[in-house]
Every structure is written in C-alpha cells, then in structure tokens.
C-alpha cells in the first residue's frame, strides 16, 4: 500500500465551484506539504503544516485554504476554482528532524 | 534567499549514452542537496541526497556530488536506459533556520530513445 495518498487523482470542475483535495499518510510524519506543479514552474509551495496546529502559508497560497484534520490527514480546498488553478497538485511529507521528502502521486486538477 | 537553477530540457539522448543534469544552487546556510525523479504519471521520489560539502550521492547508477567551491550538484550517469526517462528535479534543504522547507529547481525532463 501507498504510504502517502491522495484523492481523487483526477477532477475536472467548473470555475467558482468549490474545491477538496485530500492527503493522507501512514508515515507517521509530522510534517505534511501541499505543492502545485505547472510546465516549466517546477514546484511551487502552497501550504505546510508541521503539526496539527501548525498551519503555515507558502509562496502562492492565495485561493487556497488548508486543513490539518489530524497528524496523518491534510486537506487542501479552493474556495472558489478558477482556470489558472489548473495544475498537478502533490502532497508531500517528511519526518521531523529529517529533510527528504516522501510524496504522494498527485492530483490533476482541471478547472474549466 | 535560497535558490536552485538547473538546465531546462528536455534532453533527449540514446539509449547507453552518456547523461548530465547541470545543477547549481544559492543558500545562506549549509543545506543538504537532493536528486529528486518523477517518472510518468507518478509523484517524485527521492533519487539521491548529499548532506555535506565533497560527498558523493549515488543510486540506480546516477550519481552527484556535492561541490561547495562551485555551489553544483551535477547529476550524472555513465549509461542512460530507456527507462531512465522522466522528469529531474534538483533540491536543497537549509538546516540552519530549522524549518527544512525545501527549495526546488524547475525540473529537466530526460526522453531516452532506443
């Protein structure tokens, strides 16, 4: 079994609806992070939380929103999607005290 | 602040040739240096890591070594396959602040051809 998942894997949606992305882990990890990726953008950091009531905004977290549901579970929503949210969306974790991270296999996001 | 370059791609190579990711970085701190791939349709994972200056990170024939004098971690492979092809994405963690908040380079996308 997956150690990091994430559902749904593939969501298409309209603009101005609202938007769940969930991540769960069995790592046991504290910290959790969610990431969105565009062609030729990399990485880029939305959200991270380095426990359940650490809650801490990346780069780009305008739109988003997350909750920290418990230490295995951290959920992203887009309040309101909108067409330049389209993108691969991972989770990703990491153990305290460490600095490699374990992600999950994405999820496609396509707002019409 | 922290930054990570790398070439863009996509490199395009045959089967059996010779592979380099040129990869250079900017930190305040003493980071730790990462080899991270994303084969098709999957999540990234950890391909190979250096923690300090002149090691050597190595896995699945790839290898990478930490130069601090040049601010690189150059990846490498001797004999690229057919399924090596996927996407490379170079990193640095900064251990000094404590927060371990990764910094990643754009990717370069690696297509072998038989």
């Known amino acids: 079994d997956a150690d990091v998942t994430q559902t749904p894997r593939n969501r298409i949606t309209k603009t101005g609806k609202r938007i769940m992305l969930e991540c769960s882990q069995t790592k046991g990890h504290d910290r959790m992070y969610w990431y969105r990726q565009d062609p030729g953008l990399g990485l880029r950091l939305i959200y991270y939380s380095f426990d359940v009531k650490d809650i801490n905004k990346g780069e780009i977290s305008d739109g988003y929103s997350v909750s920290r549901q418990a230490q295995a579970k951290f959920s992203l929503s887009l309040e309101s999607a909108i067409p330049n949210q389209t993108a691969l969306y991972f989770c990703?974790?990491?153990?305290?005290?460490?600095?490699?991270?374990?992600f999950g296999p994405g999820t496609r996001l396509t707002v019409l | 602040g922290n930054s990570v370059t790398q070439m863009e791609g996509p490199v395009t190579l045959s089967e059996e040739a010779f592979l380099t990711i040129n990869c250079t970085y900017t930190?305040?701190?003493?980071?730790?240096l990462f080899w991270y791939v994303q084969y098709p349709g999957e999540g990234l994972q950890l391909l190979l890591k250096?923690?300090?200056?002149?090691d050597k990170g190595s896995n699945k024939g790839f290898e990478a070594t930490y130069r601090k004098e040049t601010t690189s971690f150059h990846l490498e492979k001797g004999s690229v396959q057919v399924s090596d092809s996927a996407v490379y994405f170079c990193?640095?963690?900064?251990?000094?602040?404590?927060?371990?908040?990764?910094?990643f380079g754009r990717g370069t996308s690696l297509i072998v051809h038989p």
């Open positions: 990703a974790t990491m153990a305290a005290g460490t600095d490699t991270q374990y």
């Open positions: 990193a640095l963690s900064d251990r000094t602040g404590g927060s371990y908040i990764p910094t």
């Open positions: 930190a305040t701190g003493y980071p730790s």
């Open positions: 250096a923690t300090k200056a002149d």
